[in-house]
């Protein structure tokens, strides 16, 4: 019996060293050489300090900032741990909120901040990303529409020339990977970190 055993155990403890080890350490070790930003996890610095990844949204609310699309994502309840709170961009448990177009919260809740963005901005209408998860729930980017749209409200919470921030959204838009793949999008937090400087200069 041992002689059937011993050669599964050999397999197992050698696909476990290589599939869960050295196989492991190899891709991180490649990517470290060729990629290096990325396999740190593309993080955004300021000013010497950590401020975010090019790769996770955060949530903006200050009405001097550019917000990002709404996050779907929760967290467990410190006060009842069978119960869930919002927890927006949470990367521990990155997910959308899998309500169907009919169901009556997610037709409230994105109702009501399509009201909200037209009180904001009454000659634009409303972009989709504004009111709508990604499936993740941590989508970085909002596209163009939807930074020009707040524009307006930046400029005048700040005090600048809307022709400066609507440039500053220009500069900051990603074009398609390739010039094929995906669409052309703005990444919030890098953008709002250019806001920041060029209010500060």
């Known amino acids: 019996?041992?002689?059937?055993?011993?050669?599964?155990?050999?397999?197992?403890?050698?696909?476990?060293?290589?599939?869960?080890?050295?196989?492991?350490?190899?891709?991180?070790?490649?990517?470290?050489?060729?990629?290096?930003?990325?396999?740190?996890?593309?993080?955004?610095?300021?000013?010497?300090?950590?401020?975010?990844?090019?790769?996770?949204?955060?949530?903006?609310?200050?009405?001097?900032y550019f917000h990002g699309r709404p996050s779907a994502t929760t967290a467990p309840d410190p006060n009842d741990s069978t119960k869930t709170v919002p927890a927006p961009y949470n990367a521990a448990n990155s997910g959308g909120s899998n309500l169907g177009p009919s169901n009556k919260a997610l037709i409230d809740r994105v109702q009501g901040d399509v009201d909200k963005l037209k009180q904001e901005n009454p000659s634009m209408p409303v972009p989709q990303d504004l009111v709508t998860t990604s499936a993740s729930g941590l989508d970085p980017h909002i596209s163009p529409e939807a930074a020009l749209f707040q524009v307006p409200r930046i400029a005048k919470v700040r005090n600048l020339p809307e022709d400066r921030v609507r440039q500053l959204v220009v500069d900051n838009t990603e074009g398609r990977l390739f010039g094929l793949l995906g669409e052309p999008r703005v990444n919030v937090l890098q953008l709002n970190l250019a806001l920041d400087h060029l209010a500060a200069g």
């Open 1 to 64: 019996m041992l002689r059937e055993i011993r050669p599964a155990i050999v397999v197992l403890v050698a696909l476990t060293l290589i599939t869960g080890l050295a196989y492991p350490l190899a891709l991180t070790g490649i990517a470290e050489v060729l990629f290096p930003r990325q396999a740190q996890g593309s993080l955004i610095e300021r000013d010497g300090k950590v401020v975010g990844s090019a790769l996770i949204g955060q949530q903006f609310d200050s009405d001097k």
